[in-house]
């Protein structure tokens, strides 16, 4: 089983940026789909971004344009370029690797973009 972590939240201000990474251990990083997702209180998960083993890339509607998801195999693991970051963009930000439809989580890194 795959084990995640992540690293990168923190405060920002609005129009800021921020690179999130997830590191993982435990398993054949190349052949998972990764992702990331976030939660902010009172709400439920959503998608963020996703990239394929083959780096196929996918983005939810709310930060296409803003935020970049890339992979380094090499070094197993996948960030989150965060620009233009908005208020509406504060939440707990989860990693997520998929394989065969079997899914492992981080625990999360808090981004918090406020003035």
């Known amino acids: 089983q795959v084990q995640l972590v992540e690293s990168g939240g923190g405060l920002v201000q609005p129009g800021g940026s921020l690179r999130l990474s997830c590191a993982a251990s435990?398993?054949?990083?190349?052949?998972?789909?990764m992702g990331w997702y976030r939660q902010a209180p009172g709400k439920q998960r959503e998608l963020v971004a996703t990239?394929?083993?083959?780096?196929?890339?996918k983005y939810g509607d709310s930060v296409k344009g803003r935020f970049t998801i890339s992979r380094d195999n090499a070094k197993n693991t996948v960030y989150l370029q965060m620009n233009s970051l908005k208020p509406e963009d504060t939440a707990d930000y989860y990693c997520?690797?998929?394989?065969?439809?079997?899914?492992?989580w981080g625990q999360g890194t808090l981004v918090t973009v406020s003035s």
């Open positions: 997520n690797a998929d394989r065969g439809g079997i899914s492992a």
């Open positions: 435990g398993g054949i990083f190349r052949l998972y789909a």
């Open positions: 990239i394929t083993s083959g780096s196929i890339t």
